[in-house]
């Protein structure tokens, strides 16, 4: 049955109630036992994106140019931020959305425009990503009216170059790299992709959603981070999430653009109705100003050496795990990305068994069909329940190893 809106309002303190009891089926990630959708780097991070969020709660960053100044200056503040980690030449400039699904639409987007405005028939242009990139890029294609093409990977699971150049006709306009892929964790080569791209005067867009406010932080404490940001010549636009290893309030990403000749084909520009000029810079119209407030708070309450901090968190926690599952018979890490992203395959074991088992535990993770392995996005704070985690996965590892019957195991979603 439909719920109507009720008759008469209600008071906070029993909706509040209500609403602390729909949680009761819901993943406990407060403790921990959550590897994907939700990224926890400690109450005080947490508390301090929401207290900042609240003070904001109610400002619109639609009106950024007008009522609210002070969100146009988080928001610069936070792009300059930004592009200081992703090594953004003298120009470079970028702007904040909801999203890593928005910052890719605003990157396709701005790349299509900019095609179009040099004379390219846009009808049937397209782009040539490889095969493990986020279907962003396919939602961003549909919405645009472009092609995608999906190349298949090397055997290390890496973007295949060649196979991309192959792959590229006189409809081509965008070339994309992740840095790192969400299904393997692994950076694509970034610099081999930027020769490509300049040789064919492409548009290479690098994903690091995942990675953007990780990758820098990861490589000053030690992990082998290949060049992927603007230091690669051939990047013409970067998306890096700082509602995922920012640790900011969701909704809240960076698309980030080598020139503002690139970034002013993102732009919407309208007069033509009775309200007078609306020009926004990304898709939304009204923007949540507590979500800049969120991300700009959480970046100067962590700083360099904050981040630092928690980078070193989770490489150790991916580590700790990589070391934990040589002590369980059958499971193994499928990749050794240290790109906060872990793997654990099986040759023997039914993967959607240990998963849903895990789960039934109060553990959340996330898989991959190709190969099947389970899936981690990991956080600082599971550096604290490594142990315990490791502790389920080889009882369940063993019960899964008795029982017979897994046929009939559910497959996890993406969502
Ligand atoms: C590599 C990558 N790109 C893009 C996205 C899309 O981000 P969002 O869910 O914030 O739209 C994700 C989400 O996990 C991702 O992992």
Redesign the pocket.
């Known amino acids: 049955m439909r719920t109507a809106l009720p008759d008469k309002g209600r008071d906070w303190d029993t909706l509040k109630g209500e609403m602390e009891a729909f949680k009761a089926g819901d993943i406990d990630w407060k403790s921990g036992r959550l590897g994907?959708y939700v990224f926890h780097a400690g109450m005080d991070v947490m508390n301090v994106g929401k207290e900042a969020y609240q003070l904001y709660h109610t400002e619109n960053a639609l009106g950024s140019e007008t009522a609210f100044p002070s969100l146009k200056k988080m928001e610069a503040d936070v792009i300059d931020m930004g592009l200081s980690l992703l090594q953004g030449p003298e120009g470079a400039c970028g702007n904040m959305t909801?999203?890593?699904?928005?910052?890719?639409f605003m990157a396709v987007k701005a790349c299509r425009d900019q095609a179009r405005s040099k004379g390219k028939d846009v009808v049937a242009a397209g782009l040539v990503i490889p095969y493990s990139?986020?279907p962003?890029f396919d939602k961003a294609a549909g919405y645009l009216g472009l092609t995608v093409t999906r190349v298949p990977l090397q055997e290390n699971y890496l973007a295949d170059v060649q196979a991309m150049q192959t792959a590229i006709s006189d409809n081509t306009i965008m070339l994309v790299g992740?840095a790192?892929?969400?299904p393997y964790g692994l950076i694509d080569p970034i610099e081999e992709l930027g020769v490509l791209a300049q040789d064919e005067g492409l548009w290479l867009h690098v994903?690091?959603?995942?990675g953007g406010y990780f990758l820098p932080h990861a490589r000053s404490v030690g992990v082998d981070v290949p060049a992927f940001d603007f230091e690669v010549p051939g990047v013409c636009s970067i998306?890096a999430?700082l509602?995922?290893y920012g640790f900011t309030p969701?909704?809240a990403?960076t698309i980030f653009h080598r020139t503002e000749e690139q970034r002013s084909h993102q732009i919407f520009d309208f007069n033509g109705w009775p309200a007078g000029g609306m020009t926004t810079q990304t898709a939304a119209g009204s923007k949540a100003g507590g979500a800049v407030a969120g991300a700009w708070a959480v970046l100067n309450y962590l700083g360099v050496d904050g981040y630092e901090e928690k980078a070193r968190m989770i490489v150790n926690a991916q580590d700790k795990l990589a070391k934990g599952l040589e002590t369980i018979d059958g499971l193994y890490p499928l990749l050794e990305s240290r790109y906060a992203i872990s793997t654990i395959a099986s040759a023997e074991l039914n993967i959607f068994s240990v998963w849903k088992r895990m789960v039934d535990r109060g553990w959340f993770t996330s898989a991959i069909m190709e190969p099947v392995a389970l899936h981690l996005?990991v956080q600082p704070f599971h550096v604290e329940v490594m142990d315990e985690f490791l502790k389920d996965l080889s009882e369940v590892a063993e019960l899964v190893r008795q029982d017979a019957d897994n046929s009939e195991a559910e497959k996890p979603r993406y969502n």
């Open positions: 994907v909801s999203g890593g699904s928005e910052s890719i990139a986020h962003a992740s790192p892929c969400y994903d690091s959603c995942v998306s999430d509602h995922k969701k909704a990403s996005m």
